[in-house]
């Protein structure tokens, strides 16, 4: 597998041809996590989308890897955009939920504080969030970070995206069934450690978020985000 | 939530009307971690598929809870089989995946040696199965563990379940497409960290496994795990 490094977070965007020194946390991943020799090729990213082939040329002291910039890497952009809203857990669980979220490709997660998210619960700290994504571009490939916001009530999560296909997680044992035809744009809507009450889930419903089932079992919220996000992204285009 | 106990591995099952009493760590998980009062409901369970609703009546020393059942509760069987077959992980990330793959309703999970499997990576002991299963099974209400097999080769584990509509989760940056119907019997093929060799690929595609695309992006086997299981579930079912 390719290394990813990440560009420091105040740099102009690099020029091809031009060399640049990486900061002492990647030059230590690329060095020391990932044992890189000189000569070793590169990905580097800047967060945003933006991505280059790389070289790593030369360690200059101290332990700072220099990369010489050999082109720009275009992507293609993913067909479909992808929200998710999920009610605030417990730490661990949301950092498991999270990494989940950013490999299955997921664009934009919004928290919600939710009736039934303890008070405790709060959303991981900017510093955190980037540490987690930057963890999970550097496994997946992908090369944007998920935009976050929130907390914010449900009734306002529901107000963001109207023009979405919107779904909401639900229990069911009926049988498998055919899956529905989406917009491009899809979210889908997952509550915390025991649920949305009966008046939340009367909301979405009465919002226009369509019941999606995920089994006939409760799910903890870190096992939902992934089944959930798999499903609605597999959903056809609508023609 | 109600509160789910189990049965101890020896007893024989309980008559309706009967008395009995549970062992130290189901009582300690009664008192203790869900505190429970005599008079409370309690659902019962053998971990076979046996389950009972029951009354918690008093507790006897020491710290020992005495249980009236009240009646045999009869489960709907799930309207389809679903195998898990998974490349050996590292312990921390198999704990997870086995979590999400039990809450999701796996059938059967088959671990595979595979070449990028490290040999260090082993099948969970018996016990740590077992108690990574009754906690899935105390939160998400299935009333029977998943069977388990392995460590075996890849080519045995095709062999297994001849009948079975098979899928290997792989990349693929194909716009979302309409999902195959499958047989009542479907089983999924997950890599280990770094995925499947060529050579595991092309002996899984000509032993009849359907590609399976979960998205663009590399995942880990963690989240691979629930992705394709709540596809391959939610395919119909052929006519």
Known sequence: MGVRVFLAKESPPPRVGSRLILDSEESHYLLKVRRRR????????????????ARYTQTLAPKQAELEILAVIKRKQAPTELVLMLGLIESNALATALSHA??????????????????????PSAARLERLFRATMRQCGRVCAPRTQGPISLPQA????????????????????????????????????????????QFAHASGCVPLSLGPWVLRSETAVPAGLALVRSFAQET
Chains 1, 2 share one sequence.
């Open 38 to 53: 000189p000569g070793d090729a590169v990905e580097l990213l800047d967060g945003h989308g933006g991505v280059w082939s």
């Open 102 to 123: 950013s490999e299955l490709g997921v664009d934009e997660i919004v928290f919600i504080q939710c009736e039934r998210s303890q008070g405790k619960h709060q959303v």
């Open 158 to 201: 529901l107000a963001l995206h109207p023009q979405h296909s919107t779904y909401i997680a639900s229990l069911s044992d009926l049988p498998a069934q055919a899956l529905p035809p989406a917009n491009a744009q899809r979210r889908i809507l997952i509550g915390p450690e025991g649920g949305f009450t009966p008046e939340e889930t």
